[in-house]
């Protein structure tokens, strides 16, 4: 009968021995999954800060090239009516030029 209770308070200790064992597995194992997904977190949290200031910066990119651009048109329009006005001042004054021409060749004047 001793035989017996010590076989069986070894076996009692054997299993207990190994389900601590096997808890202390589990809680390492939980504490490894959790820091890898901290670090997965604080990873996808950096990059969403970068992808945020990206954007930031693009938009300001894209904002003053957008000004640029109508400026530039304004710009350009403003130099295509400058040109046309020059251009009927031109042929005016070539119209002028050519009555003169036409008066001072016809000898009406003496």
């Not at 389900?19 to 589990?26: G, N, P, R």
């Not at 949290?45 to 048109?73: C, H, I, M, P, S």
């Not at 130099?79 to 050519?98: P, Y």
Request: aromatic residues 2%.
């Amino acid at each position: 009968e001793r035989t017996a209770l010590e076989k069986e308070e070894m076996n009692s200790k054997h299993a207990y021995d190994m389900l601590v064992q096997d808890l202390t597995a589990q809680i390492d194992q939980a504490t490894q999954d959790r820091e890898e997904k901290s670090e997965i977190k604080a990873k996808k949290l950096q990059a969403k800060a970068d992808a945020e200031g990206d954007l930031q910066d693009t938009t300001t990119t894209r904002d003053a090239d957008q000004q640029y651009l109508n400026d530039l048109v304004a710009t350009c329009e403003q130099k295509a009516s400058d040109f046309e006005s020059r251009q009927q001042l031109r042929t005016e004054e070539l119209e002028a030029i050519s009555k003169a021409i036409e008066i001072i060749s016809s000898g009406a004047v003496a």
